[in-house]
């Protein structure tokens, strides 16, 4: 069951967010394979691990691109001469397309495949010119200006 809910007052009254608004609209129709984990490490380290069962590393495919991870998997066809009389499948290996949303700054690490878990590193590196940093008022350091004028 998915509620509905009307952005457009929100979406009136601010600049900026309209990437926000996209994701809350399409977040409630998302399917639900492969299952996956999101997990904060650390302050700024963050893990996807995506359950994978089947899958080898050259059938699954990770992309960033700007403020988008799209994990894809696809098994690659049976060769000539392999066949598989299978009595019961329970092992979901259907192709699958899964795609996180990441907040700027934020950038892929490292991949690892073990165990049937595809586990993706997250790090969020804000560049220091976007750090907060502090200011001096009415410091004795002359101005740019004065500076040139005493020279």
């Known amino acids: 069951m998915r509620n509905s809910f009307d952005w457009t007052p929100y979406r009136r009254s601010t600049v900026g967010f309209d990437r926000l608004f996209d994701f809350l609209e399409s977040s409630g129709s998302a399917e639900n394979y492969p299952p ?3 997990e904060k490490v650390a302050d700024d380290h963050f893990r996807i691990t995506v359950a994978v069962a089947g899958f080898k590393s050259d059938e699954i495919d990770i ?3 700007q403020n988008m991870l799209t994990v894809s ?3 690659a066809p049976a060769k000539d001469g392999e066949t598989r009389q299978l009595l ?3 092992i979901a290996t259907r192709a ?3 795609r996180f949303q990441l907040a700027d700054f ?3 690490d490292r991949a690892d495949l073990a ?3 595809l586990i993706i590193d997250l790090v969020r590196e804000v560049p220091e010119a976007m750090k907060p940093h502090k200011i001096a008022i009415g410091g004795t350091q002359p101005t740019a ?4 004028k005493a020279a």
């Open 36 to 38: 996956f984990d999101i």
């Open 63 to 65: 992309t960033a691109q």
């Open 73 to 75: 998997g696809r098994k």
């Open 88 to 90: 019961y499948s329970g």
């Open 96 to 98: 699958f397309e899964r």
């Open 106 to 108: 934020v950038r892929v």
């Open 115 to 117: 165990d049937g878990l």
């Open 145 to 148: 200006i004065e500076a040139k």
